[in-house]
């Protein structure tokens, strides 16, 4: 691979098929954010080793609606808006590793299938679903305000599945986005094993967060939240017990990579792999 180009895969001799470009990516994005507490039992199953609860409020979970523009330092994206507009929802709950509180992706969706690249390499457990959420303007024809009344509304789903749907009424400019987004991320990045039942190929712990941020007028409101079962999705399993908040804000965001909290890959002795036969299916 060291003859080929590109940041990610699909690698060439141009490296321009790549799916994604070498960071810094550069986020803009209106974020939709419900925060609420569940079973702290709930929480803790999602969180693999060595990650703990966080000491305080165990059971605070956030979903997050984003409508995102983005692009790399180029800027070359916002010219063929295809390649920078996407939306997202995702749900954050804060853990613990070595003493320090982490917030954490335990689920998120998106609609672009960069996005899922970058979230391969961030280590976030993107899929893909259908998000949407209501958008502020200026003008009120068609459009509420970031301002006291506005009313939004926002929805996901996943495999044809509607899993959950949100309403914010904003009532008055508040000092916090919520408190369960406000860490730096502790993710897995894995990458399975070739052999079957065998240990994952690579796996490690890493923190990452924003490099630069720059953030309009928090708001929050009265807002309504529920949660839907689906066949495919364990989103509901983080049941509705309390509503914290609800938050709007408008934000920017610079990502530019991470740290190494922990080597987790569990390695076994070299063996001679098995001779497969030819034109054997990849």
Known sequence: MNDLKGFFFPRTATGQSSLIPPPPWHY?????TVEYRTDPARVAE?????????????????????DWQSCSS?????????????????????????????????????????????GLHQGYPK????????????????????????????????GDRRLAQAVLTLREESATNGFVNGHPMAHHRVYPGIEKDGPDAYAELIASGASSFEAGPAWTGDVELELFASPTEELHRLEVQEIIGGYYRQVGVVWDGGTTLAHLTDRQPDRQPDRQPEGATR
Do not use: N
Request: aromatic residues 10%.
């Open 28 to 32: 803009s994005g209106d974020l939709l």
């Open 46 to 66: 999602l969180l693999p080793a060595p990650l703990e609860l966080a000491p305080e409020d165990p059971g605070a979970v956030a979903l997050i609606w984003a």
């Open 74 to 118: 180029s800027r070359e994206e916002l010219l063929d808006p295809v390649r920078s507009q996407y939306k997202e929802a995702f749900v954050v709950v804060r853990c613990s590793f070595e003493g320090v509180t982490y917030s954490r992706c335990v689920y998120i969706w998106v609609d672009k299938d960069f996005a899922i690249a970058r």
């Open 127 to 158: 899929k893909l679903g259908s998000m949407w959420q209501t958008r502020p303007h200026p003008f009120s024809h068609a459009a509420p305000q970031v301002a006291a009344g506005g009313v939004f509304g926002a929805t996901l789903a996943a």
